[in-house]
């Protein structure tokens, strides 16, 4: 069973910075799609940045050019460098395994291609 744990989260005013990282233990040899997905109070989870096994990344348009989505295989964490931080990015954060083989091609892939997930980390941006 692949474990994941996120950590980083934190209380910011708008224009800071955070680093969240996701710690990956029992992963398996399959090629595999990792993300970051936020969920604010009384929404729908939803994809925020992705990247492949392959290296390719993808970002929900909201966080394009201020966040960057990175995996090193050889600690075996995953992170989301969150910069000029804005009070709608307040949420909750989960990163998230493919569950399956997977390879990022045109968009972010869905939620129903992860089956794996962390319990989260609160990142909080004041005005």
């Known amino acids: 069973q692949v474990h994941l744990v996120e950590s980083g989260g934190g209380a910011v005013q708008a224009g800071g910075s955070l680093r969240l990282s996701c710690a990956v233990s029992?992963?398996?040899?399959?090629?595999?799609?990792w993300g970051w997905f936020r969920q604010a109070p009384g929404k729908d989870r939803k994809a925020v940045a992705a990247?492949?096994?392959?290296?390719?990344?993808m970002y929900a348009e909201s966080v394009k050019g201020r966040f960057l989505v990175s995996r090193d295989r050889a600690e075996n964490t995953l992170g989301l460098r969150m910069n000029s931080l804005r009070p709608e990015d307040t949420a909750m954060y989960y990163c998230?395994?493919?569950?399956?083989?997977?390879?990022?091609?045109?968009?972010?892939?869905?939620?129903?291609?992860?089956?794996?997930w962390g319990q989260g980390t609160q990142v909080t941006v004041s005005p």
């Open positions: 998230a395994r493919s569950m399956l083989y997977c390879v990022i091609t045109e968009r972010l892939p869905p939620r129903s291609e992860y089956g794996y």
């Open positions: 990247i492949d096994d392959y290296g390719t990344t």
């Open positions: 029992n992963n398996f040899k399959v090629s595999a799609c």
